[in-house]
């Protein structure tokens, strides 16, 4: 029997680690082996549980998935394997979506780039922690510098930036960098110690009615309610309409309120549409508001020498949030939030004395966790990083470029189908469209309703079957269809298809659910 500390009564020392020690990264000889192996079934599984699928999705129910699941045990006493453990994610990888599948165009998931996938393995193999320099010496330095050359593509000189978990975080500290700045500069207070001032309650943000969520979402987690997000109308391209931003701001400062924040979006999650970039800059200016871009999705435009002016006016922002999970087709998650001066950084600075303390500040130790509203953070610099070396800037670009000329091809080839209607032709590579038959052009309350049925019954039936996973959304109180067209396999002919099956089945959804309208 074992002695305390593993020293036997003989005195004779033995091994006192567990056997589960042997599932670690070593030199060891076993150990190598082990994760070779490891790593190759996760790879063979790949292969040929999910990259084989015909159809994006298997068309599986909840309750179908749950009595798939069901056999294993979540947390069971004890282990059997790698072998066995792998094997049992066999139903998750048959009833994950393809999202390269060509007609997997639902939302603003990407297909993943190979090289992306391949720098995944080295960044979970290494698990360096962004948080501070002594768990991601390199790590920390390789971010660093790309951040920079990120900042010299949106244009700031003096800008600076972290990796986040994507645009919702970036957003978050978009807005948190501008509600410390407001109140330190116009009220000396320095919210990050005293909290939110009475004053706070007349602090409003500006963003169109068709900007994310979360802008929203980070005014009532900064304090400042929801109702500090004071939306303004878009005009007919879906892009913040100038006018009615003016008119919302002589109305603000009557009411005696403060707008601080702009919030500009590059890039709307329905529509792909692009805020006047340029002339909010201007107002940010004129007004003394922090000027945000949410680029979640659009700031990729600045890669292709065709559409990067379409990203003019991005260079004047305090702030842009860039998602590389998007349409820099990299695995989730992987974004970035950067700003135009790094010295924005010392409205959210604190020291941590196991993290970051002074004494590094004072030696140029650069500990990422002071810019960053996460501690453990992942080394996700290291895919976009992978992915440039191997496919250049250019290569990104041609993706952009085609995808953005395919969704052009489908909004014409929604126009020339007699019974789809084209809802919005966007700048990005996304298409709106309604299937309306002639049958349910009577304008009426109950036609309307019955042309939303349709539509909803056609995406519900698409998925059903697994046949193709698009999304539904809702534009001026009417139910459409939505492709996203991110994925640079998709071919036009896939596309015309697609089209087709969706008026063919609208056709057959009509005749087969009239009665419920009778
Ligand atoms: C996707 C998206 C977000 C949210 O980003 P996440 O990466 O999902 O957190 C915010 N804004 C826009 C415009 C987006 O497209």
Known sequence: MNGVGGVEADGERHDPRPDAAKWFLSGDDDDRARYRDAIRRACDLVLDEFADEATPYSGAKPEELDDALARFEMLPHEGDGLVAALGRTEPVLRNSVGVSDPTCVAHLQCPPTIPALAAEVLLTATNQSMDSWDQSPAATQLERQFVDELCDLFGYENGDGVFTS???????????????????EEYGVDVQQAGLPPEARDLRILCSADAHFTAKQAASHLGLGENAVVTVSTDDDRCLSMEAFDEAVSDLRERGKRPFAIVATAGTTDFGSIDPLGPLADRAAELDCWYHVDAAWGGALALSDDHADKLAGIEAADSVAVDFHKLFYQPISCGAVLVRDESAYDLIDRNAAYLNPERDDDAGVPNLVSKSVQTTRRFDALKPFVTMQALGREGLASMVEYTIDLADDA???????????????????????????ETGRTGDTAGERRVADLNEAIRDSLLDDGEAVVARTTVDGETCLKLTLL??????????????EISTRGTALETTTDDRYA
Do not use: I
Not at 490 to 499: A, C, I, M
């Open 166 to 184: 994507g645009g919702t975080q970036s957003n978050f500290v978009g807005l948190l960098l501008a509600r410390n700045r407001v109140l330190l």
């Open 411 to 437: 909004a014409r080839l929604v126009e020339a189908d007699p019974d789809l209607r084209l809802v919005h032709d966007s700048d990005l590579n996304v298409v709106v469209f309604r299937y309306v038959p």
């Open 487 to 500: 994925n640079p396999r998709t071919t036009r002919e896939d596309l015309r298809e697609l089209l087709r």
